[in-house]
């Protein structure tokens, strides 16, 4: 049993795995609460723990997790992973975007296309399981944050279901020109890389994908956090000879 421990900007995402079925998902916003948490007591189980991060250090939470008399693992660039890496500087290359690959091609195989939906957009292109690279883009809410606060009179708005071709106000006008913006340069890649892999499966994460799995079709949509996924891969991976 597992414990899988990604720290966000926002969050710290804890799970608990076990033969990779998801047995629980937890937010906590600090490493302060997951410490008070009774997550050991509930899964008296646990042995084994990876702990990432595109935020803080990893130091800190991967000392309490010792503490707590766990095995740990600390991602880094350099932890090995259990598919190839074709990235040019990949001491660069962050562990979420590399855990979401490992993530991917456990699930799908070998050959994928991964678009993350969150503060950034991440467009990650996998190759017979190796990682070629990938393009790294504003958020809906970035942008939409950046048209209200690089104007003097655009209201702040925020993703939406609703599906217009032309927006009538200008709220809408804003809405669907970032999520339509987003569709189209998402299809625009789906189609360059299909163009090279017909057998490319196109996979959506992170947490505003939802709104686009509507909008762009033939996308399996990632429910089972990708980035956790990938990350007990690679737990189990180093850990085969402890």
Same mark, same amino acid.
């Given at each position: 049993?597992?414990?899988?421990?990604?720290?966000?900007?926002?969050?710290?995402?804890?799970?608990?795995?076990?033969?990779?079925?998801?047995?629980?998902? &937890?937010?906590?916003?600090?490493?302060?609460?997951?410490?008070?948490?009774?997550?050991? +007591?509930?899964?008296?189980?646990?042995? &084994? =723990?990876?702990?990432?991060? !595109?935020?803080?250090?990893?130091?800190?939470?991967?000392?309490?997790?010792?503490?707590?008399? #766990?095995?740990? #693992?600390?991602?880094?660039?350099?932890?090995?992973?259990?598919?190839?890496?074709?990235?040019?500087?990949?001491?660069?290359?962050?562990?979420? &975007?590399?855990?979401? =690959?490992?993530?991917?091609?456990?699930?799908?195989?070998?050959?994928?296309?991964?678009?993350?939906?969150?503060?950034?957009?991440?467009?990650?292109?996998?190759?017979?399981?190796?990682?070629?690279?990938?393009?790294?883009?504003?958020? =809906?809410?970035?942008?939409?944050?950046? #048209?209200?606060?690089? !104007?003097?009179?655009?209201?702040?708005?925020?993703? !939406?279901?609703?599906?217009?071709?032309?927006?009538?106000?200008?709220?809408?006008?804003?809405?669907?020109?970032?999520?339509?913006?987003?569709?189209?340069?998402?299809?625009?890649?789906?189609?360059?890389?299909?163009?090279?892999?017909?057998?490319? !499966?196109?996979?959506?994460?992170?947490?505003? +994908?939802?709104?686009?799995?509507?909008?762009?079709?033939?996308?399996?949509?990632?429910?089972?956090?990708?980035? #956790?996924?990938?990350?007990?891969?690679?737990?189990?991976?180093?850990?085969?000879?402890?």
């Amino acid at each position: 049993m597992n414990l899988v421990v990604d720290i966000g900007n926002s969050f710290i995402k804890v799970a608990v795995v076990e033969q990779d079925e998801m047995l629980t998902l &937890r937010r906590y916003q600090s490493v302060e609460e997951l410490a008070a948490s009774n997550i050991v +007591a509930e899964f008296p189980l646990l042995r &084994r =723990a990876i702990v990432a991060s !595109t935020a803080i250090p990893t130091e800190a939470v991967a000392q309490l997790l010792r503490g707590w008399g #766990l095995w740990v #693992l600390e991602m880094t660039q350099q932890t090995a992973v259990p598919i190839g890496n074709d990235y040019l500087t990949p001491e660069t290359l962050g562990v979420d &975007r590399l855990a979401a =690959a490992v993530g991917a091609v456990s699930q799908v195989g070998g050959s994928c296309l991964i678009v993350d939906f969150g503060t950034a957009i991440t467009i990650d292109l996998v190759e017979n399981g190796v990682f070629r690279g990938g393009n790294i883009s504003p958020g =809906a809410r970035s942008r939409f944050r950046a #048209l209200h606060d690089y !104007t003097s009179r655009l209201p702040m708005c925020d993703v !939406t279901d609703e599906i217009l071709q032309l927006g009538r106000t200008t709220q809408q006008a804003i809405e669907q020109g970032v999520m339509e913006g987003i569709t189209h340069e998402i299809e625009g890649y789906i189609r360059a890389f299909s163009l090279h892999n017909d057998k490319l !499966t196109l996979i959506f994460t992170g947490g505003d +994908a939802n709104f686009f799995v509507k909008r762009i079709k033939n996308a399996i949509f990632a429910k089972c956090d990708l980035v #956790l996924c990938g990350l007990n891969r690679i737990l189990e991976y180093n850990a085969r000879n402890i």
